[in-house]
């Protein structure tokens, strides 16, 4: 998925978790309907992923990792990793280092 990021009105000295877990969450309907396209291939695929989030000053995700899975589909896995290194949308920091933020995702029942 290609994402054009624009500059967010967001700028801080430091970023208030709430607002980041915020704008995670307001993600998650791109990831269900990743999670759908792949559905379509393999039915059964259900399970959690937990990823870091490595957040740069600027707002935009530099890095993403695995931390956890159960889903037993890397394919999935890295479909998840790719969209979420195309989130810019985190607003400014002058003050942050890069930050890491850990989601939990979970897919089917």
Not at 3 to 18: A, G, M, Q, Y
Not at 21 to 44: G, V
Not at 63 to 89: G, R
Request: overall charge neutral.
């Amino acid at each position: 998925m290609n994402t054009v990021c624009s500059p967010t009105n967001l700028s801080s000295d430091v970023r208030d978790p709430f607002y980041i877990s915020e704008r995670i969450n307001a993600h998650n309907a791109e990831i269900k309907a990743l999670y759908r396209k792949f559905l379509k291939q393999w039915p059964d695929l259900e399970g959690k992923l937990t990823v870091r989030i490595h957040l740069h000053p600027s707002g935009r995700v530099v890095q993403v990792e695995p931390f956890e899975s159960t889903l037993q589909n890397s394919e999935f896995e890295d479909a998840v990793l790719q969209a979420i290194k195309t989130w810019c949308d985190f607003g400014a920091s002058t003050k942050d280092k890069i930050m890491i933020y850990r989601q939990q995702y979970l897919f089917g029942e």
